[in-house]
């Protein structure tokens, strides 16, 4: 049985997409690609596990790690912005270390729940 893959050339399409339709539908067309690559990898996963005699895991991210992770990126730039020029230093270090510990606190509730 061949392993699933995504074929080079729904690569090459994606990417002409997004040169052709621009910024504002960059996020859409780079999303369609993650799917299809994420469909690949868990149906790859599929298959060995099946060789191996074990039931397929269970998928439990609902990609609210990724949006934090972006949330976190796009606040803290005004946020760094603003903290350094108000604070100076000392309001940088204190903004991003609370930017880390929101970031900290998700990835620890996500591993007691065995996420």
Known sequence: MPEPRVPRDEAE???HARRELGADFEPAVVDSFVDRIDAAIEARVAQEVKRAGK??????????????AIVS????????GLAAHEAGVAGLVVAWLGIVLVNLAHALSRLRRGD
């Open 13 to 15: 399409a994606a990417l």
């Open 73 to 80: 990126l796009g606040v803290a730039i005004p946020l760094s």
């Open 55 to 68: 039931p397929a895991p269970r998928r439990k991210d609902d990609g609210h790690a990724l949006a934090l």
